[in-house]
């Protein structure tokens, strides 16, 4: 399939080309000094004291799990409106999920009321997802957390460049998971991202990254060790010096790309607000900030019913306009029903929205014209229907 407009678009241009084989020159291409830059960078530029580089959020995910203690019998509470990662870290230290539902149709992340609602003496931790890059809200789930002495993890794969005040997505909580897969707002091809100010989670998740391994090749080679002891049990979770320079030349690219995506967003608003049928989640959030600098990762829309968000997906296919559906519940997938015994009806509010939503394309390189080509497409569907 050939898109006229595909969902999303990487912002490459020589600069990854030339870090990339500057790393290839080197032949140095194992976890080293440019993914302790990169590592360095991000958290200078998140405002974190540790900046943990992996090799996806997914990684990152079940790091913090399995640090802050999650083990069986432990339940953890997850949105089901999110990518199914954020659940499975849980399920991959033998914890049990307990799904909770969105706020409302205008706030589609997880709600802080039924997460209140679902603690148990057994949950453990909340992991909470800034669905499209705008803020869950912190201090509430901070308050249950501090209440109920439970462990706070905060999926940031959409927020790179987010802020509330001039505090950054991932900062708020024990850990900040961040995602660098190409249809994120900065990439590294695969790769990922674990933020924390607290230096005992942050040396052993360095640890765990590395198969539990008390040193790194890197220190190794640079003849700071002869050899080494397993503490614990570890995995690889790696990156790698290519990713790694990837990541440093997008990372500098994403604030520009963050103000695109923000001025795409607002043109978006403007038009399909007057559009009949639609309704724009967060905008009035969009419209009136109040202190919040989201990441725009996702421009979501939501319709009347499933009919016609499937027929207005099909539309736009037809125009070559790629679309999505962030996301279908994860407490509805085959897997996780037969597990768990999740079901319909659990989640009414993930469940209404997740048949009436379908995600536009949103990226810095999107042009003017093929944003005014998407909004005209939803025009003459809302006229034809
Ligand atoms: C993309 C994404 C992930 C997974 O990221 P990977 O880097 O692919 O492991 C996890 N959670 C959310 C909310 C995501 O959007």
Known sequence: MHW?????????DGAEKDAVLKVLESKWLMTGEVTARFEGEFSRFTGSRHAIALSSCTAALHIACYVLGIRPGDEVIVPALTFVATA???????????F???????????????VARKITPRTKAIIVVHYGGYFCDMSAFQQICFEKGIDLIEDAAHSPGAYMGDKHAG???KAG???FVPNKNMTTAEGGMLITDDDD???????????????????????????YDVPVLGFNYRIDEIRSAIGLVQLGKLKGNNKRREHI?????????????????FKERIKYPNGETP???????????ERTRDALMEFLKGRGIQTSIHYPPVHLFTYYRSKFGTREGMLPKTEDISRRLLTLPLYGTLSEEQVEYIVESLRTFSEKE
């Open 4 to 12: 006229k407009v595909p969902l999303s678009d990487i912002d490459f």
């Open 88 to 98: 499975n870290a849980v399920l991959y230290c033998g914890g049990t999920p307990v």
């Open 201 to 227: 989670l942050a040396n052993k998740a360095r640890a765990t990254r590395s198969h539990g391994l008390t040193t790194m090749t890197w220190d190794r080679y640079r003849g700071h060790a002869y050899s």
């Open 100 to 114: 909770a539902d969105i706020v409302d149709e205008k706030t589609l992340s997880i709600s802080p009321d039924d």
């Open 265 to 281: 967003v607002s043109r978006y608003v403007e038009a399909l607000e007057k559009i009949n049928g639609i309704e724009i989640p």
């Open 171 to 173: 900062t708020f909580a």
């Open 177 to 179: 998971c961040f995602s």
């Open 295 to 305: 990441s725009f990762h996702l421009f979501p829309i939501l319709v009347q019913n």
